[in-house]
């Protein structure tokens, strides 16, 4: 399962620290819009929250997998790569399932009401 979000992440490789956006999150990884291009097998530390206030912090080390530069993509918008989530460990990888299944769970949730 894979969850639509738009999450700042803050990325650490040995070279550089940028700032990118995550579109979507999985239980093996996410897809990051980058400021900057990283080659397929680059590792990083990357850090996001769960929640806007930044009350839960999740750092994680991440391979890129893949990496696609696209004629129709906004030059803005940055560079979309594919992170796989390296060596997580059981209590991380509770913590994220259960944050992607409450994401899961709050995008289907209609906050509209119905007709009067």
Not at 15 to 27: C, D, M, R, T
Not at 108 to 113: H, L
């Given at each position: 399962m894979r969850v639509q979000l738009e999450y700042p992440v803050k990325c650490m490789?040995?070279?550089?620290?940028?700032?990118?956006?995550?579109?979507?999150?999985?239980?093996?990884?996410?897809?990051?819009?980058?400021?900057v291009p990283l080659e397929i097998g680059t590792e990083m530390a990357i850090l996001f929250s769960f929640t806007p206030d930044g009350d839960t912090p999740f750092l994680a080390l991440a391979e890129v997998i893949w990496g696609e530069e696209g004629e129709d993509q906004n030059a803005n918008e940055g560079i979309s790569l594919g992170l796989r989530f390296l060596n997580l460990g059981r209590q991380k990888e509770a913590l994220l399932s259960f944050h992607i299944h409450q994401l899961a769970l709050s995008g289907?949730?209609?906050?509209?009401?119905g007709p009067a």
């Open positions: 490789t040995p070279q550089v620290i940028f700032e990118g956006k995550a579109i979507n999150l999985g239980l093996h990884g996410l897809s990051l819009l980058s400021p289907y949730i209609t906050s509209t009401p």
